[in-house]
């Protein structure tokens, strides 16, 4: 190694032993601020996104939903496709679902909601729903005359959507059922709360309150939804499904979710600016500490390069000390953004219309920002550098221009 | 004949003062010798400073020659200047010039640095530094020095590489008259004992006797 390569290290060394700690300390903690607001945007659209996709798959679609072939309304064997499917590995749960064509009164207020007949403990399998009960109790196999509606049908002064729904209706309470000329009256046997807006629009009843609501209707579905044992491998498992030479339509949940796939689509257009935007700050601030910090040692370049420093060590150094504060911010600003916002919000999650969301930071994501702050930060420190080593000698030690 | 270190041949320089161009070096020439004291007098911008500024590198004359040790260094690429005065040249400053987050042991190693390993060089600058009487201050930060403390790591640190010539800009200019006489004395030393060549501007007529040379600037000429 030449010996000239240890000047800035040696620069650096006695910088950050006898520089002003109060200005290093200030330097550190812009950096981890800048830090913390490049990773900050991103792990909270990253927490949205998360948290709608897992909303979606275990609230709403499964992982995979299959619909009838075209030109049909229903599957038929319902029993047949739904063990061929469970034969396959990968997926762990079915649950066949009938849309009931019905329409749903609650004393005066009567309404379209998405009615939903299901096999409860099939259900079960598939959906959290009855894990997300806030009133009342699941529905049972054997329920003929009770149902289970979502938070946004049965309204209350909290609820969001309380002007369109049964303002405030509670277990027990009865609701009418009408199709066609017929109509069935059914108690509210649980009221659930899964904090997903389109899931609290539904109500659940049991396919036996179905067969009986309409004889003959035994062993059919409109609709399958399973849940596999690895999220993101709807595809593969889909090719499966087709191999095995089950009729029907299959959607990956983004694709069934519909509305939210293009939201979430959104949020990363969203989450790439508001990115961008962050490593502009990041720069700028990097740029701003490192120019004040440059130009305040205007004298000491010249006094370097008038004993013979060459001006690519003197950058060197400074490129060097720019790499030490962006690390050290990064440390600090990890330690903040985990060990404080991360548990906060934790204990205190965003209370949107999915869902709570906590942040969420994927690793790759993470270390890609690192990395970009880090070479941000050079780039930000050797420009300074650069202006200040380009002064003559006599006018950087005097501090003319 | 000694051998001929510093030939300077009619050097021009022009520097702007606000909307004023100043003729500061109008045709300057001289040769220096090896063993040479030459001490540059002058009024108040005579120029005497900006010729030294010429011959320490930290500054180019408009037109003109000026051969260090035998090589042209006007027209020299800066990478080459820069090594010159890192391996031929010692410069102290008036002001001292001393970095200040190194202490005086760092500020006088640190030029050796770049040529020698760190453990030489600090052999080097204790040397050094007992040598200009600041053996006891070798940890000390410049803001804990005096004036003629600092010009003494100054001086100390122009020698470190062991430089041909040493140039010194009024190193006494604000210095008591106790430590300039200490720094005459080490500098008259160098130039005794180790036959260290010396180029020094001063105003002060009483380092004259320190001198084998004298060379009177007026308005940018010998006279």
């Known amino acids: 190694m030449k010996q000239e390569f240890k000047i800035p290290f040696f620069l650096l060394w006695c910088h950050l032993k006898r520089g002003n700690k109060w200005t290093l300390s200030l330097i550190i903690f812009l950096m981890s601020i800048a830090f913390i607001n490049l990773i900050f945007v991103n792990s909270l659209f990253a927490g949205v996104i998360s948290n709608t996709n897992k909303q979606v798959v275990n609230t709403f679609t499964g992982n995979i939903m299959m619909l009838p072939p075209d030109g049909e309304d229903f599957f038929k064997e319902t029993s047949q496709i739904k063990t061929d499917l469970e034969s396959i590995d990968k997926i762990e749960a079915v649950s066949p679902q009938i849309i009931v064509p019905a329409s749903m009164k609650y004393k005066n207020v009567k309404g379209n909601w998405t009615i939903l007949a299901v096999d409860p403990e099939l259900e079960k399998g598939v959906t959290n729903i009855y894990d997300n009960m806030t009133e009342g109790e699941y529905l049972s196999p054997d329920d003929t005359d009770q149902i289970i509606i979502g938070r946004q049908i049965a309204g209350g002064e909290e609820v969001e959507m309380n002007a369109f729904s049964f303002q405030d209706a509670k277990v027990g309470d009865k609701v009418t059922l009408s199709f066609d000329s017929q109509s069935k009256e059914f108690t509210i046997k649980g009221i659930f709360y899964t904090k997903f807006l389109e899931t609290d629009k539904r109500a659940f009843i049991t396919n036996k309150a179905f067969n009986e609501m309409f004889p003959g209707s035994e062993n059919t579905a409109t609709s399958f939804i399973m849940k596999i044992s690895k999220t993101g491998e709807e595809a593969k498992v889909i090719e499966e499904i087709k191999a095995k030479n089950i009729k029907g339509k299959f959607y990956g949940w983004e694709e069934a979710a519909g509305i939210m796939k293009a939201i979430t689509k959104s949020f990363v257009s969203i989450n790439v600016i508001m990115s961008i935007v962050g490593i502009l700050i990041a720069a700028v601030t990097i740029f701003i500490v490192i120019y004040i910090d440059v130009t305040s040692k205007r004298q000491q370049v010249g006094i370097l390069r008038a004993i013979g420093v060459r001006p690519y060590l003197i950058n060197a150094t400074y490129i060097l000390q720019t790499v030490v504060y962006s690390l050290s911010g990064i440390a600090i600003g990890t330690a903040i953004f985990f060990g404080l916002i991360v548990t906060y919000f934790k204990a205190y999650p965003f209370s949107l219309p999915i869902g709570d969301v906590t942040l969420v930071l994927e690793y790759a994501d993470y270390i890609m920002r690192l990395e970009i702050f880090v070479w941000v930060s050079m780039l930000a420190g050797i420009i300074p550098s650069l202006l200040v080593t380009r002064v003559k000698i006599l006018d950087a030690i005097w501090g003319n221009k | ?136 201050r070798i940890k000390s930060l410049p803001n804990q020095l005096s004036g003629g403390e600092k010009q003494k790591v100054a001086i100390a640190r122009a020698l470190i590489n062991d430089p041909k010539v040493i140039f010194a800009d009024e190193p006494t200019a604000n210095l008591d008259t106790q430590a300039a006489n200490s720094v005459m004395k080490i500098l008259k030393e160098l130039n005794k004992h180790d036959n260290h060549t010396i180029v020094m501007v001063t105003h002060e007529p009483e380092e004259e006797v320190f001198a084998n040379r004298i060379i009177h600037l007026a308005d940018g000429k010998i006279i």
């Open chain 2, 1 to 136: 004949m000694p051998n001929k270190i510093v030939s300077v041949h009619n050097i021009h320089k022009f520097y702007e003062s606000g909307h004023v161009k100043v003729h500061a070096l109008k045709g300057v020439s001289f040769d220096l010798h090896e063993g040479d004291f030459l001490i540059i007098k002058g009024r108040n911008g005579s120029g005497k400073s900006t010729l030294l500024r010429q011959l320490g590198l930290l500054d180019k004359p408009d037109s003109g020659t000026i051969h260090l040790l035998d090589e042209e260094v006007i027209q020299m690429k800066e990478k080459l200047r820069a090594k010159m005065r890192l391996t031929k040249i010692g410069y102290i400053f008036q002001e001292y010039a001393l970095l200040s987050e190194l202490t005086a042991l760092e500020n006088v190693m640190l030029p050796a640095m770049l040529l020698n390993k760190k453990i030489e060089c600090e052999k080097r600058a204790h040397r050094l530094l007992s040598k200009v009487g600041m053996e006891r």
